[in-house]
């Protein structure tokens, strides 16, 4: 079975997401944060942005991840894949000292209608911008 994530996002980058004009999301940081070795594809993704309700779902159709990054890695992934990121250059200047790098393709993005069908778990009040709910144990063994 696969795993629920709920994603917050900058307003913008959401609108880019629901457009379509932006295919991947970008986490680059200094430890082993989720997502880093938590989403694969298959996986659902609810998309929230900051300060508002959840407006999307999506399925993970690809992850690619790297550690052990320096700055001048950083400016190899912007040039590969800023063109589905769309970040800026300030975005990318401040991930220069991230050491892992996780980014997420999406695909088929929903519309949903409010926060009722996001798993609970997944809306209570938390620092961080990037939650897991993992599939139960049981359901992971009969999935395989």
């Not at 900051?50 to 993970?60: E, L, N, R």
């Not at 590969?80 to 695909?107: C, M, P, Q, R």
Request: hydrophobic share 40%; proline share 6%; aromatic share 6%.
């Amino acid at each position: 079975m696969s795993d629920t994530h709920l994603m917050i996002v900058h307003p913008h980058y959401a609108a880019m997401i629901m457009t379509g004009q932006k295919l991947v999301e970008a986490r680059l940081g200094v430890d082993r944060r989720a997502p880093f070795n938590q989403v694969q594809p298959g996986d659902e993704i609810f998309i929230k942005p900051t300060g508002q309700q959840t407006i999307a779902k999506a399925i993970v159709e690809r992850v690619d991840q790297f550690e052990g990054l320096d700055p001048q890695d950083i400016d190899r992934l912007q040039d590969i894949y800023n063109d589905l990121v769309k970040g800026d250059d300030v975005f990318w200047k401040s991930k220069h000292d991230s050491n892992y790098a996780t980014f997420i393709t999406l695909g088929k993005v929903r519309m949903i209608q409010d926060d009722s069908i996001v798993p609970e778990q997944l809306l209570q009040p938390s620092r961080n911008a990037w939650r897991v709910l993992s599939a139960p144990e049981d359901e992971q063994r009969q999935a395989a």
